[in-house]
């Protein structure tokens, strides 16, 4: 049996299935949401039409990649934004294959799992289950979660036990340089009650990405007490078409912040979202966007508060060059009974050419009459003033504009929690702008 569009057969994704022994309940659900892709409506993003995107063409579903032994014998493109000396716990994926892996001593002893997803399907099959797709993200959601469930090709799973605090940042490097090459991958970071880790992630291209898919999903599960900071910069290339969600859930006093810099090339649909369960728990969204060329980029930001005495904050700051466009939606929602909660968010869009586009919707949804929560946004053009002033001191048209963009991404910048993350950011900034 084939879908309507997709270039791959039930009989194709259990052998896949089979080749790397998964167990039989995700050999099933594959089944399952191969069959609802034929059935779920697409997303609905606001403000922008999907229905000419193409999120069904690949050229392959899987695309093995090289296995390095060593930290040194990596690419020079992945030693660029890894601390080589100081790189204790670290994954790489080349294309769709699991190509390096170092976890610290210290890490294995706490009882703390790092492997790459199709390890620890093997390895903790049972222990995978109890996570995958059973909160913030439901297989049946819409077409593409359904989707990404069916051909679901690489990732991370991390597990880190009760009153474990994880030394060093955990990173997950995924090196795309085959253009025949499609990301599936779903990340699980499950920290248990007075747990701490940091996960830092990237996506970098070395290769044209045209006719490629990018559905990735990440869920984030933080026990009670415990604390999860997520970094991310992705840089993949224009070619790919990508839907991408990271979604959270927070029992009491947890934490979940984010610090993410969204710089792929191509045209995007992004949902951000953490659930805050407990009372008194936490999130921080705080992320960075700059689009060039003709992208098309949708972004939702959304805490929704249940618990009492709740804290959310989303930050986000964005650069339109050329015909880009964005559509920034930031939610914060107190559902009733969290009462004495916060909830707080500012987004800002600059457009640096005619033909940019920007739009920011701030949405309180407020369930509750004894709670804090405010918004601030603006979509609005560079003030050619200041690129006067600039450039009547001898600099260039370029950079000034240059200097302009970093001026106005370094408020959210500084603010990241993961000093990595700031610097691989403010270079992949630099990329974007000259090119």
Not at 90 to 99: C, F, G, K
Not at 104 to 116: M, P, R
Request: net charge negative.
């Amino acid at each position: 049996m084939t879908t309507e569009t997709l270039n791959i057969s039930e009989a194709q994704l259990v052998e896949y299935s089979q080749a790397h022994n998964e167990p039989a309940w995700l050999t099933e659900l594959r089944k399952e949401a191969l069959k609802l892709t034929e059935t779920l409506e697409m997303p609905k993003p606001d403000k922008t039409k999907i229905n000419r995107w193409d999120f069904d063409s690949f050229k392959q579903h899987e695309t093995t990649g090289d296995v390095y032994q060593s930290l040194e014998a990596l690419p020079e493109a992945v030693k660029e934004i890894i601390d080589i000396e100081n790189s204790e716990n670290l994954i790489i994926q080349h294309n769709n294959t699991l190509a390096f892996s170092k976890i610290s001593d210290s890490a294995k002893n706490d009882g703390v799992i790092v492997e790459g997803l199709a390890d620890a399907l093997v390895n903790h099959p049972d222990l995978v289950k109890q996570y995958f797709m059973k909160e913030a993200v439901v297989v049946d959601e819409h077409r593409l979660t359904a989707l990404h469930t069916a051909l679901l090709n690489g990732g991370m799973f991390v597990y880190v036990p009760k009153n474990v605090v994880v030394e060093h940042p955990i990173q997950y490097v995924v090196l795309h340089d085959d253009n025949q090459a499609s990301f599936y991958n779903h990340v699980i970071i499950a920290a248990e009650e007075s747990a701490e880790v940091t996960y830092v992630e990237n996506y970098l291209s070395n290769a044209d990405g045209e006719g490629n898919q990018l559905n990735i999903i990440s869920e984030v599960i933080a026990g009670a007490n415990s604390k999860i900071t997520y970094g991310s910069v992705d840089y993949l290339d224009k070619g790919f078409t990508g839907h991408i969600i990271r979604r959270g859930t927070a029992d009491a006093d947890a934490k979940i912040n984010w610090a993410l810099g969204l710089m792929n090339e191509g045209s995007q649909i992004i949902d951000n979202t953490t659930n805050l369960i407990g009372d008194r728990s936490e999130s921080e969204l705080k992320s960075v966007v700059v689009g060039t060329g003709s992208q098309k980029i949708n972004l939702t930001s959304k805490i929704v508060q249940y618990g009492k005495e709740t804290i959310g904050y989303i930050l986000k700051h964005g650069v339109m060059l050329e015909s880009a466009s964005t559509v920034f939606n930031g939610i914060g929602y107190i559902k009733h009974g969290g009462t004495k909660s916060n909830a707080n968010q500012e987004s800002r869009v600059l457009m640096l050419s005619e033909n940019a586009r920007g739009d920011a919707n701030p949405i309180l949804l407020i369930d509750e009459d004894d709670v804090e929560a405010g918004h601030a946004a603006s979509v609005g053009r560079v003030d050619p003033e200041q690129l006067y002033y600039l450039m009547s001191r001898g600099i260039s048209r370029q950079e000034a504009e240059r200097l302009v963009i970093h001026g106005f991404l370094d408020p959210v910048v500084r603010e990241l929690p993961i000093e990595d993350v700031k610097r691989q950011l403010r270079e992949v900034i630099e990329l974007k702008v000259n090119k």
